[in-house]
């Protein structure tokens, strides 16, 4: 089934609770070809790796360079990813290899982080899609505001599990809750 994140970069953002592990739920359903590096051990049902370390920058880069890249699934995500790739600080060798490259090897692959203040803008901006929960602090609204006039704002008049989708050409649209499902 041919998605619109076939081939392409996302980026998920949100506060705790805000809706994100329901929305990827709903992203991991669109190929049975994924993976999620999941360090909280969200992901019951989904082909996950729960890291044995999950603070470990290198442990990440080491199963992307061994594992993603190597047998290429159609969708990789990493959850807690604000935990590995930080702004401002350099990207892995094979997060930058899976950023620069993802594309010749036909894979989709995203992030879900709590706030973009504090992921590292190269993905972020590079980013086909961001799926953008609520987000009230001024330092994010200002950050989303620089990446597409008025999207700060938008986030934040939000309702409870609302979010806003930008596109790949910075279109903004906002979006229902999506149903709960175990």
């Given at each position: 089934m041919?998605t619109?994140?076939?081939n392409?970069r996302?980026?998920v953002?949100?506060?705790?609770?805000?809706?994100?592990t329901v929305?990827?739920?709903?992203?991991?359903e669109?190929?049975r070809?994924?993976?999620?590096?999941?360090?909280?051990?969200?992901?019951?049902?989904a082909?996950r790796?729960?890291?044995?370390d999950?603070?470990?920058i290198g442990?990440?880069?080491?199963f992307v360079?061994t594992?993603v890249i190597?047998?290429r699934p159609?969708?990789?995500?990493?959850?807690?990813a604000?935990?590995?790739?930080?702004?401002?600080?350099?990207?892995p060798?094979?997060?930058a290899?899976l950023?620069?490259?993802?594309r010749h090897?036909?894979i989709?692959?995203?992030?879900?982080?709590?706030?973009p203040?504090?992921?590292a803008?190269d993905?972020?901006?590079?980013a086909?899609?961001?799926?953008?929960f609520a987000?009230?602090?001024?330092?994010?609204?200002?950050?989303?505001n620089?990446?597409?006039?008025g999207?700060?704002?938008?986030?934040d008049?939000?309702?409870p599990f609302?979010f806003?989708i930008v596109?790949e050409?910075?279109r903004?649209?906002?979006h229902?809750?999506?149903?709960f499902?175990e």
């Amino acid at each position: 089934m041919k998605t619109i994140l076939d081939n392409k970069r996302f980026a998920v953002f949100g506060l705790m609770g805000s809706g994100k592990t329901v929305l990827v739920r709903h992203i991991l359903e669109s190929t049975r070809n994924h993976i999620v590096y999941d360090p909280l051990n969200e992901y019951d049902g989904a082909r996950r790796y729960v890291p044995d370390d999950r603070q470990s920058i290198g442990e990440l880069n080491k199963f992307v360079e061994t594992l993603v890249i190597p047998t290429r699934p159609r969708l990789f995500i990493i959850d807690e990813a604000n935990r590995f790739i930080a702004n401002r600080k350099p990207l892995p060798s094979g997060m930058a290899d899976l950023n620069d490259l993802s594309r010749h090897w036909d894979i989709s692959w995203g992030v879900v982080a709590r706030r973009p203040t504090q992921f590292a803008t190269d993905i972020v901006e590079l980013a086909h899609y961001l799926f953008v929960f609520a987000l009230h602090g001024k330092n994010d609204r200002q950050y989303l505001n620089d990446v597409k006039t008025g999207l700060g704002d938008t986030v934040d008049a939000l309702r409870p599990f609302q979010f806003a989708i930008v596109d790949e050409h910075r279109r903004v649209t906002v979006h229902a809750p999506l149903p709960f499902r175990e």
